[in-house]
């Protein structure tokens, strides 16, 4: 059974989380991709950790984008437990409480090197949209939303 808890990025099992992210990404787009910019943490108030017996295996995150979106960030499962939903369930959490947040609508960016992410997003509901805010200028970032 996977639970799913709401805690912040000063949490250790999230950041070890992202440090598997980080490697992932480095090795589809390179270390030195534009992207990269995008990924820090610090002071993350808004992140989803996924648990399988107790053990972390995904994790996500939102920020307040504006005053009617947040952004997701930070997606990621483990290779291990990938094919089980669980990427699912973590983004229908950070939905609720971008709901909770009053916000109306949610958006994200993902690579075009990241075919499991786009399919996991559209499967959701996402459409894409078009390219936001420092995005506006990197060849393979997708933009995508949906409204809440």
Not at 26 to 51: C, M, P, W
Request: charged share 30%; hydrophobic share 35%.
């Amino acid at each position: 059974m996977i639970e799913i808890i709401r805690t912040n990025s000063e949490n250790i099992a999230f950041k070890k989380l992202v440090e598997l992210l980080n490697s992932d990404l480095a090795k589809r787009d390179g270390t030195t991709h534009s992207l990269s910019q995008f990924n820090t943490i610090n002071e993350l108030k808004y992140v989803v950790l996924a648990l399988k017996e107790g053990k972390p295996v995904g994790c996500g995150a939102i920020t307040k984008y504006d005053f009617n979106s947040t952004e997701i960030k930070r997606m990621y499962v483990s290779q291990t437990v990938r094919g089980q939903r669980i990427a699912d369930k973590i983004l229908s959490e950070l939905e609720n409480w971008s709901r909770e947040l009053e916000s109306v609508r949610c958006i994200l960016f993902t690579g075009s090197k990241q075919p499991e992410a786009i399919r996991l997003y559209q499967r959701n509901g996402y459409y894409p949209i078009e390219k936001y805010g420092k995005l506006k200028d990197i060849a393979d970032s997708l933009c995508f939303a949906k409204d809440l």
